[in-house]
């Protein structure tokens, strides 16, 4: 069975829109179809066309939504909340993140707080990526991008999304080892 999957960003530095396409290769390699969208004047109604669904924003203001993905955000309120019409349909959320700012990655919970809203069902845990992608984080979010499918379709068991990522998974999904973080926060580095 082919699978479509729709995956939505918002992005200004180019962090988070590197994570939507890293998890589209992974999506495509386990077989799936997939369509990149960037969340700023698109309406939320095209998720209705897909089986699985991947959004993510980077975390911005104070543990905020982007700019760039309110309009969107409301209009998955306005077209999707009402009768659930996400329901039946796999989700999970990504969003970019930096532990300098108080409310670490949150958007992940604001994105994921929506898509239950509008009946869909989150599959895996959502992925927070620390500002830059390395090559350790390329290849979580390819392998993160392909087990979303593997799950869409039934082949591997559901993860929970909580309790959400904190700074450590965050860490193991950069590739920063404890020794290294204790160095970088010994000089003052993120
Ligand atoms: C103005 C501004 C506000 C931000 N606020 C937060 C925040 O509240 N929490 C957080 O974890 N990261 C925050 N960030 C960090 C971004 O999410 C992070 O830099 C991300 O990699 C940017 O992604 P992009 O390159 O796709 O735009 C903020 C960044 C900026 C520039």
């Known amino acids: ?109 604001l994105i994921e707080q929506r898509l239950v809203e509008c009946g869909a069902d989150i599959l895996q845990r959502g992925l927070m990526i620390e500002l830059r992608h390395n090559p350790a984080s390329r290849e979580f979010t390819r392998r993160w991008g392909h087990d979303f499918v593997a799950r869409l379709r039934g082949e591997l068991e559901r993860e929970a999304n909580e309790p959400r990522m904190g700074r450590a998974d965050v860490d193991r999904v950069m590739g920063i080892s404890s020794a290294e973080r204790e160095s970088r926060e010994l000089g003052g580095l993120r």
């Open 1 to 109: 069975m082919t699978v479509r999957i729709a995956i939505v960003f918002a992005s200004s530095g180019g962090n988070t829109l590197e994570t939507a396409r890293m998890a589209a290769v992974g999506a495509g390699e386990a077989g799936a179809v997939t369509a990149l969208y960037s969340a700023r004047d698109f309406s939320a109604d095209v998720l209705t066309e897909h089986d699985g669904i991947l959004i993510g924003e980077p975390t911005w203001g104070q543990g905020d939504h982007h700019a760039d993905f309110r309009p969107f955000d409301e209009s998955m309120a306005q077209l999707l909340v009402p009768g659930q019409r996400l329901r039946g349909k796999g989700a999970a959320a990504f969003a970019g993140c930096d532990r300098a700012y108080p409310n670490f990655g949150r958007a992940l919970e």
